[in-house]
């Protein structure tokens, strides 16, 4: 048997012209793990993609086990042993977890009872807490994921493709996810990784192939790579030594007025008299594990979610207690919240760039009776492509032409055109490279320059550290920890979020 078992050769895929990867020429082995980095627009996912049966090629041809072959969709490519985990989860939302996970694969009768145990088996073997008989609608991202990590599993594909699998899960989750991988490859599998989390790529990958503006410059042993060579091959640049500031080493932003409190808030079990402040001019960092309820605190602040009608607690905005109803109602108070997750919250994929940063002017209550043209959308649409760099074929672009971390860069100009005074960004680099972290970061440290209120919720340590004029750790529903950033460390932070 051949030891390459996927092989594209001079592989070309456009889009009207404008090719996403151009003569790639790209091997994956048996039993292999091989990442595939490269910034946000640099033809990574789109490659996989072509092997999952999204897309034909363009031109050149890809060869699964030494066969020509051209997947006409992802249920053709899962015949022939390809399976891919999706960076935005492909689940159906109305549907519980045992039922996703046996899409497609349903026998003539069912007993749902039987689906869920082999369900709850699946999930154990894999170590994934998530609860069979839950609906997909009420699970949280890191959760979705791991469903999606486990339907690829049980289709027992001999070919995975992993996206960005990690960018949602804890830490213990990501060892779980680790541990399935070098099983798998014990067992024979082939994997495609794909991540912009370097050290993982550096820790899991046999070899790694680095992709920048669609062409292949470097394919290599992952024992031949450092953090600082990829990242030269990814960017075709050198980048600061590092990447994330580190706590003591600068000093934070004096605050200035509150301008907003959350006083004994309560929702369920989710929040529990949770109180906390936030001021003008600074940057602060919400840190805490899954389940620790930092998303849905701001969430309450921003009127996405209710707090509880009895002993709710109160929300001060300026110092007058305030209750959204609605989030236009916080948008038009000048409350901006940027969701985690964008495909499901943050964007109108079918829509234009224009079009979804258009939406976001809507949402701040513009006056009814004047007339915004597109011609003046499409401006609006110019301007923040450029002050947020968002990279794109054309400027009239669908979102979803768009790669994940310019996807992201849309979502945060929806809320910026609003000129908020308070910016909630839920893990804002999620997802995103390494060039463009750095841009994300400077458009939050420019906006707390300006005497904005930036509320930075993350699940990375390092990018709290970086970014954060104070520190706020979340746990079972509180904010149990408070602390300035020239006193924060890794070791206090992590300490106060599980002890």
């Known amino acids: 048997m051949s030891e390459t078992i996927v092989e594209f050769r001079n592989a070309t895929k456009a889009f009207r012209d404008v090719p996403a990867f151009q003569n790639v020429n790209f ?31 363009t031109s050149g041809e890809m060869l699964v086990e030494g066969t020509p072959r ?28 045992a039922q996703n996970l046996f899409l497609g694969e349903e026998k003539f009768f069912n007993r749902l009872r039987g689906i869920n145990i082999k369900a ?62 070098e099983r798998l490859k014990r067992e024979g599998h082939s994997i495609i990784f794909i991540s912009h989390a370097l050290e993982e790529a550096l820790a899991l990958a046999d070899r790694i192939s680095i992709l920048r503006d669609g062409a292949l410059v470097v394919t290599d042993d992952a024992a031949n790579f450092s953090r600082d060579r990829i990242i030269q ?26 301008v907003l409190a959350l006083e004994n808030v309560s929702m369920g079990k989710a929040v529990r008299s949770a109180t906390l402040s936030v001021f003008a001019g600074q940057v602060t960092g919400m840190f805490g594990l899954v389940g620790a309820g930092r998303t849905e605190m701001m969430k309450i602040a921003a009127g996405v979610l209710k707090r509880n009608i009895f002993h709710g607690g109160r929300i001060r905005l300026h110092g007058r207690s305030v209750r959204f109803s609605v989030p236009r109602a916080a948008v038009g108070r000048g409350i901006a919240y940027i969701t985690e997750d964008r495909k499901l919250d ?10 979804n940063i258009f939406f976001g002017r809507l949402a701040k209550g513009a006056n009814p009776v004047s007339v915004v043209t597109m011609a003046q959308a499409r401006r609006d649409a110019a301007d923040w492509i450029e002050k947020l760099a968002i990279r794109t074929i054309r400027r009239n672009a669908k979102v979803v032409e768009l790669s994940g971390g310019n996807q992201q860069k849309v979502v945060i100009a929806k809320s910026l055109i609003q000129a908020p005074e308070i910016i909630i960004f839920d893990e804002p680099t999620r997802g995103v490279d390494v060039g463009a972290i750095a841009e994300i ?19 990375y340590l390092p990018e709290i550290l970086a970014i954060s004029d104070r520190v706020l750790v979340a746990r079972q529903g509180r904010i149990v920890e408070e602390m300035a950033i020239e006193e924060a460390s890794e070791e206090k932070i992590m300490y106060a979020a599980v002890h």
Do not use: C, W
């Not at 960017?235 to 000093?251: F, I, N, P, S």
């Not at 943050?346 to 079009?355: K, L, P, Q, V, W």
């Not at 970061?441 to 699940?459: E, F, K, P, W």
């Open 233 to 258: 091959a990814m960017v075709g640049r050198q980048l600061k030594d590092e990447l994330y500031g580190t706590a003591g080493a600068r000093k934070g932003r004096p605050a200035g007025a509150k």
């Open 120 to 181: 709850q088996q699946q999930l154990q073997r894999l170590s994934f807490h998530v609860e069979p008989t839950a609906l997909v609608s009420s699970l949280g991202a890191a959760k979705k994921q791991m469903v999606e990590i486990a339907r690829a599993v049980q289709r027992q594909a001999r070919i995975f493709v992993f996206d960005e699998p990690t960018a949602t899960l804890t830490p213990e989750e990501k060892q779980h996810f680790f541990a399935l991988v």
């Open 346 to 355: 943050g964007i109108f994929d079918t829509m234009g760039i224009a079009e």
């Open 27 to 57: 091997t994956l082995r048996r039993g292999e793990v091989h990442a595939l980095l490269g910034e946000n627009g640099a033809g990574k996912s789109t490659l996989t993609k072509v092997l999952a049966g999204l897309y034909p090629l």
């Open 70 to 97: 051209s997947f006409g969709s992802p249920a053709e490519a899962l015949s022939h042993g390809v399976a891919m985990v999706f960076q935005e989860t492909n689940l159906i939302p109305s549907m519980t977890v």
């Open 441 to 459: 970061h400077a458009t939050i440290q420019r906006l707390a320059d300006a005497g904005a209120a930036v509320v930075v919720i993350s699940s």
